[in-house]
């Protein structure tokens, strides 16, 4: 076995050539409604594009403005897919809507990790229609040891009385 096979003998065969190629794969949010919050055109290490097509489900009113709550997905995914743990989670953000954005815009997302400590991970968020800024925000991500629905967040055993 040559010396670069058993620097990664942790990985099967094809995982090793897919890594040696340079591939990144999604390790997160794998079930999420694309149509909803975006399709990854581009991801990288710490680096991922978005593109999410705006349709009539989205719609706020009669003139064909885009709920905003489906820019913020569609940056929240980037933002989670960026990061690409298993079990990152969202636990902050400040955002700017700087433009708005109408039904059959197509809306590309841009999202970079800035900043690891820990398992704390920051991530730069910009979204744009043709070359206009339409959002931009900071996401405070934290990965979990566990998927966050499996966490004991609250004690849920009564105190017992002595």
Do not use: W
């Amino acid at each position: 076995m040559s010396q670069k096979n058993e620097m990664h003998d942790d990985l099967e065969l094809d995982d090793y050539r897919e890594h040696e190629a340079g591939k990144v794969f999604l390790q997160t949010h794998q079930r999420i409604n694309q149509e909803l919050c975006g399709e990854i055109i581009k991801l990288e290490q710490g680096y991922v594009e978005v593109s999410l097509r705006t349709t009539a489900d989205m719609v706020a009113d009669e003139i064909g403005l885009i709920h905003g709550g489906f820019i913020f997905g569609a940056a929240d995914y980037a933002a989670m897919a960026a990061v690409n743990e298993k079990n990152v989670v969202l636990v902050g953000s400040d955002v700017q809507f700087l433009s708005p954005v109408k039904v059959h815009d197509i809306v590309n997302v841009v999202a970079r990790v800035r900043h690891k400590e820990g398992r704390k991970r920051n991530v730069h968020v910009e979204a744009f229609v043709l070359d206009i800024k339409v959002f931009e925000g900071e996401f405070k991500t934290v990965i979990t040891e566990r998927h966050v629905l499996r966490l004991n967040l609250l004690d849920t055993k009564e105190p017992q009385e002595d």
